[in-house]
């Protein structure tokens, strides 16, 4: 099993900045891939952005690139969401979430996450 725990999420300005962390605890927490994905109200779960165990590989939700940067420390098992430029849109709930597949190709798929974390809510005012 492997737990999450997100935190950082609040609220700010239009343009603002925001860092979401996780803390992933747990059998081979180290080894997981892991995920972010956020969720506004009436609307469906969707991938943000994903990175492998090493960090060495990533992926971006096109509509955050260039803005926002995932990144982990794995001696403190610890994964980040640095969110800048941020805009209305970028408004919900966030989502830290866990899979030990070891295939990157699963990164931007929900269903493929065995883990999920309770969420931090990000709101973005114009």
């Known amino acids: 099993q492997v737990q999450l725990v997100e935190s950082g999420g609040g609220l700010v300005q239009a343009g603002g900045s925001l860092r979401l962390s996780c803390v992933v605890s747990g059998r081979a927490a180290s080894h997981s891939y892991m995920g972010w994905f956020r969720q506004a109200p009436g609307k469906e779960r969707e991938f943000v952005a994903a990175?492998?165990?090493?960090?060495?590989?990533?992926s971006y939700e096109d509509s955050v690139k260039g803005r926002f940067t995932m990144s982990r420390d794995n001696r403190d098992n610890t994964v980040y969401l640095q969110m800048n430029s941020l805009k209305p849109e970028d408004t919900g709930v966030y989502f830290c979430?866990?899979?030990?597949?070891?295939?990157?190709?699963?990164?931007?798929?929900?269903?493929?996450?065995?883990?999920w974390g309770q969420g931090t809510q990000v709101t973005v005012s114009s």
């Open positions: 990175m492998d165990w090493r960090g060495a590989r990533k």
């Open positions: 979430a866990a899979h030990q597949y070891n295939r990157f190709s699963y990164c931007c798929s929900a269903e493929k996450y065995e883990y």
